[in-house]
T-cell receptor, first 115, second 114 residues
Framework: KQEVTQIPAALSVPEGENLVLNCSFTDSAIYNLQWFRQDPGKGLTSLLLIQSSQREQTSGRLNASLDKSSGRSTLYIAASQPGDSATYLC??????????????FGKGTKLSVIP | DAGVIQSPRHEVTEMGQEVTLRCKPISGHNSLFWYRQTMMRGLELLIY????????DSGMPEDRFSAKMPNASFSTLKIQPSEPRDSAVYFCASTFDSGANVLTFGAGSRLTVL
């Protein structure tokens, strides 16, 4: 059974700092990996999706990397801003076959960016 | 598109009552998912549908939970009878077809069972 771990559970940084969020998973046979953002009382917003054949994806100040063999992914946030404060969740999609979706979520890292 | 629409946003009920949560997926999406989120267990997949057919309901906790998708634009998750341990935020999400595509979540339904 796939297990996804995110460490640390919470992180507080001053505004402007670059930071890295970590995600590890136990089964490397994955289809893709997604990073989501969740604001308090809201649903999840997809930030980046990395296919298993890719090494990284970038969107603005965000860069996500994937090392399937070691079961790790990182989300890099450059020049952090108070608006980046949220919980960031990593989700791994297993190889369930065509049309299948086996998304396993980590419990998230709660990020606070201090002005 | 208005995104994935869930109702009600908040529901407070008493133990033993029936609860029905509703979801309207994004038009054109053919896969729909129900998740439950708690502090202790995080996000758990309850059930997912593809082309209105339940594909995987192994996450449904017990017979008190049931889900239907009568057409491509509507799904319900029913709990009968409800128990305090069912208190959680229930999310609906949708996507198009394969797992290669981004999953879009609704805002969630926060359920409190007293």
């Amino acid at each position: 059974k796939q297990e996804v771990t995110q460490i640390p559970a919470a992180l507080s940084v001053p505004e402007g700092e670059n930071l890295v969020l970590n995600c590890s998973f136990t089964d490397s046979a994955i289809y893709n990996l997604q990073w989501f953002r969740q604001d308090p009382g809201k649903g999840l917003t997809s930030l980046l999706l990395i296919q298993s054949s890719q090494r990284e994806q970038t969107s603005g100040r965000l860069n996500a990397s994937l090392d399937k063999s070691s079961g790790r992914s990182t989300l890099y946030i450059a020049a952090s801003q108070p608006g980046d404060s949220a919980t960031y969740l990593c989700a791994v999609n297993g190889l369930g076959g065509a049309g299948s979706y086996q998304l396993t979520f980590g419990k998230g890292t709660k990020l606070s960016v201090i002005p | 598109d208005a995104g994935v629409i869930q109702s009600p946003r908040h529901e407070v009920t008493e133990m033993g009552q029936e609860v029905t949560l509703r979801c309207k997926p994004i038009s054109g999406h053919n896969s729909l998912f129900w998740y439950r989120q708690t502090m202790m267990r995080g996000l758990e997949l309850l059930i997912y549908f593809n082309n209105n057919v339940p594909i995987d309901d192994s996450g449904m906790p017990e017979d008190r939970f049931s889900a239907k998708m009568p057409n491509a634009s509507f799904s319900t998750l029913k709990i009968q009878p409800s128990e305090p341990r069912d208190s959680a935020v229930y999310f609906c999400a949708s996507t198009f077809d394969s797992g290669a595509n981004v999953l879009t979540f609704g805002a969630g339904s926060r359920l409190t069972v007293l």
